[in-house]
């Protein structure tokens, strides 16, 4: 992998909703390949920031490029270019396994023989063969999970944007949605997650913690820790939800 190769790049990015800014001037950037936590309490301003990165809303100042496309003029060549997944999965329950498969295959605007190919392969590699012809409504939420990502994948994106996908399950099935994560960014395929579970901020290369609309904080998980003098990812965050945000580490 190119170390330098960015998969995206924010520069003061602004949201504001008359006086109100959701989003107050973030800077940041991804590497390629890497997995990126955009981590914050509910209401820091995240959900406002993903949906301007994947191309769903304009920004009211600042810029912002994924996957080489500029968010205001582009938004949707980031759409074609992108995967996402969320908490609910977005999948359809009256649906067989192939049936979403293909369903969403199609929408992304795959072939009749690639989708085919794709869609063996994706029931092969997940085991989900014994469960091809079952409607999702049957399977067990980790195997739902388990689903929602390979979709969300299928056709080779750039970059996927994980919003909360391991809430609502046990600890051992979330751990096993990591194991998912690491091979996707092996691939190659850029991880930009937020999360609640601040044990699951310590699987990251590198966490961004939003306070307030803001960027408090951004650096490696063990370094977040020492510059705060924490234990664990939990409490850095506890300490930087009571403070004033400041910068911490690298910054862009």
Request: with cysteine; glycine share 10%.
């Amino acid at each position: 992998m190119n170390g330098n190769a960015l998969s995206i790049r924010v520069r003061d990015l602004s949201k504001c909703f008359g006086d109100f800014c959701a989003v107050d001037r973030i800077t940041f950037s991804v590497e390629k390949g890497r997995i990126f936590g955009f981590l914050g309490a509910n209401g820091a301003g995240k959900t406002t920031a993903i949906r301007m990165l994947t191309g769903l809303l304009q920004p009211t100042s600042g810029s912002a490029e994924v996957a080489g496309f500029d968010v205001y003029t582009e938004a949707e060549k980031i759409k074609r270019n992108i995967g996402y997944m969320s908490q609910k999965f977005s999948l359809y329950d009256d649906l067989t396994v192939t049936e979403n498969i293909r369903f969403y295959a199609g929408i992304y605007g795959l072939g009749k023989s690639e989708i085919r190919e794709k869609t063996r392969e994706m029931l092969e590699r997940q085991q989900l063969e014994p469960f091809a012809g079952e409607r999702l409504s049957s399977l067990p939420p980790g195997w739902k999970q388990k689903l929602a990502f390979s979709i969300a994948i299928l056709h080779d994106p750039e970059i996927v944007f994980l919003d909360e996908p391991t809430g609502g399950v046990d600890p051992v099935t979330r751990r096993k949605f990591w194991d998912l994560i690491y091979e996707a960014a092996s691939a190659g395929i850029t991880i930009f997650v937020t999360t609640h579970y601040m044990d699951e901020a310590e699987y990251c290369d590198r966490v961004s913690i939003m306070v307030d609309g803001s960027i408090a904080a951004m650096d490696t998980p063990g370094q977040l820790k020492q510059h705060y003098g924490a234990r664990t990812m939990n409490d850095v965050f506890l300490r930087l939800a009571r403070r004033k945000p400041e910068a911490a580490g690298e910054n862009g």
